[in-house]
């Protein structure tokens, strides 16, 4: 089955800088990789997704790249706020249409300090 | 709020015992998935049903089971319970059997097994 990889564990960033969050997965076949974002207490929520057929997408302050030949995706966050300090995870998928099987990296805590 | 409801919110129990937990997806959502999501482990997918039918499988355990009634809610049964299944379990629903959007995640139920 699918393998996601997920690295740093943790990341400590002033605010105004960048982050960055990289993940690798396993099976050639993933054509989905969505990123979600937990706050403390709360249920994960969509930030940012992208699909096999697109290198890179932007939203605002995030962006998501995708080397489907280096199985690799990563998250970009730009002139953080401490609003961004939150768990966020990766996460890879083989969309056949009539099944789904999102396997998630095991996260990544984001702390933006003033 | 997300439009999926889980109970309990939190559920305190001894080994051995046996647990219901209850989802109701969002409006007009078809399929619901359960994720286990423990310290070290991120968000584990158990189990994907869409329209009363199971369409995934996960790492679940024998001892645990899933199902969808015809009103659409999810309950999962996790019996036999250990001290390792101490965990919070999120229901999630997407409105279509492949995951081509965002999952929509409950609040969660925090089980703690003494």
């Known amino acids: 089955g699918e393998n996601v990889e997920q690295h740093p564990s943790t990341l400590s960033v002033q605010e105004g800088d960048s982050a960055v969050i990289k993940c690798t997965y396993s099976?050639?076949?993933?054509?989905?990789f969505p990123w979600y974002k937990q706050e403390l207490g709360k249920r994960p929520q969509l930030i940012i997704d992208i699909r096999s057929n697109v290198g890179e997408k932007k939203d605002q302050r995030i962006a998501v790249t995708l080397n489907k030949t280096a199985k690799h995706f990563s998250l970009h966050i730009t002139e953080t706020q401490p609003e961004d300090s939150a768990v966020y995870f990766c996460?890879?998928?083989?969309?056949?249409?009539?099944?789904?099987?999102?396997?998630f990296g095991t996260g990544t805590r984001l702390q933006v300090t003033l | 709020d997300s439009g999926v409801t889980q109970t309990p919110k939190h559920l305190i129990t001894a080994t051995g015992q046996r647990v219901t937990l209850r989802c109701s997806p969002r409006s007009g959502d078809l399929s619901v998935y359960w994720y286990q999501q423990s310290l070290d482990q991120g968000l584990q997918f158990l189990i994907q049903y869409y329209n009363g039918e199971e369409r995934a499988k996960g790492n679940i355990l024998e001892r645990f089971s899933a199902q969808q009634f015809p009103d659409l809610h999810s309950e999962l049964n996790l019996s036999s319970l250990e001290l390792g299944d101490s965990a919070l379990y999120f229901c999630?629903?997407?409105?279509?059997?492949?995951?081509?959007?965002?999952?929509?995640f409950g609040e969660g139920s925090r089980l703690t097994v003494l």
């Open positions: 099976d050639s076949a993933s054509n989905y």
């Open positions: 996460a890879a998928s083989k969309d056949t249409g009539t099944a789904s099987k999102l396997t």
């Open positions: 999630a629903s997407s409105e279509l059997a492949g995951v081509t959007g965002e999952l929509f």
